[in-house]
T-cell receptor
Framework: ETGVTQTPRHLVMGMTNKKSLKCEQHLGHNAMYWYKQSAKKPLELMFVYSLEERVENNSVPSRFSPECPNSSHLFLHLHTLQPEDSALYLC?????????????FGNGTRLTVT | LAKTTQPISMDSYEGQEVNITCSHNNIATNDYITWYQQFPSQGPRFIIQ???TKVTNEVASLFIPADRKSSTLSLPRVSLSDTAVYYC????????????FGKGTRLHILP
């Protein structure tokens, strides 16, 4: 149990589908992140939220749309994805502003776009 | 952000002590050094964090020389389950710092 829960664990979707990934953290953190990890590549930072405000959008295509309704929940809405978007999508949280607050990751959603 | 350099891969044997060194020549005054471990199909897991000298927890030790231009993660008496990718990150602990992961070190423990 990492304190950060992601659902679903696996997702297969067609290019015309719309789906959402969900992340929930039970750690009382005030910052949340989406990362993408493709095969054999480093983790890529996608979005960062602090106190429910987006502070970073790392040049991510508009077919990925994040939503942070409160400090405990983070969503990634997906629509008209491409096969190259198949990857492990990881959510993380941290306590922004604290010197000793590392990232806490969930176990990710394995996304396959067909 | 300070750029980090670490070996792409390492092999070791069960029961050995493993040291993974990370170079970060342009580390800034307010940067912390943080190490993560990642198993396949899981999110990275925080191992240890330090600012200077030596830090030890139940999992590992982190050695940081006075100039802070490098750091060494030490894993005592490794087992097969320590086979994973280990990432060294350097940066200030703020969301605006864009926590970026490199390629990490792929550690393979042999029986």
């Amino acid at each position: 149990e990492t304190g950060v829960t992601q659902t679903p664990r696996h997702l297969v979707m067609g290019m015309t589908n719309k789906k959402s990934l969900k992340c929930e953290q039970h750690l009382g953190h005030n910052a949340m992140y989406w990362y993408k990890q493709s095969a054999k590549k480093p983790l890529e930072l996608m979005f960062v939220y602090s106190l429910e405000e987006r502070v970073e959008n790392n040049s991510v295509p508009s077919r990925f749309s994040p939503e942070c309704p409160n400090s405990s929940h983070l969503f990634l809405h997906l629509h008209t994805l491409q096969p190259e978007d198949s990857a492990l999508y990881l959510c993380a949280s941290s306590q922004d502003g604290q010197n000793n607050s590392p990232l806490h990751f969930g176990n990710g959603t394995r996304l396959t776009v067909t | 952000l300070a750029k980090t350099t670490q070996p792409i891969s390492m092999d070791s044997y069960e029961g050995q002590e493993v040291n993974i060194t990370c170079s970060h020549n342009n580390i800034a005054t307010n940067d912390y050094i943080t190490w993560y471990q990642q198993f396949p199909s899981q999110g990275p897991r925080f191992i240890i964090q330090g600012y200077k000298t030596k830090v030890t927890n139940e999992v590992a030790s982190l050695f940081i020389p006075a100039d802070r231009k490098s750091s060494t993660l030490s894993l005592p008496r490794v087992s097969l389950s320590d086979t994973a990718v280990y990432y060294c990150l350097v940066g200030p602990p703020r969301v605006e710092s864009k926590i970026i992961f490199g390629k990490g070190t792929r550690l393979h423990i042999l029986p």
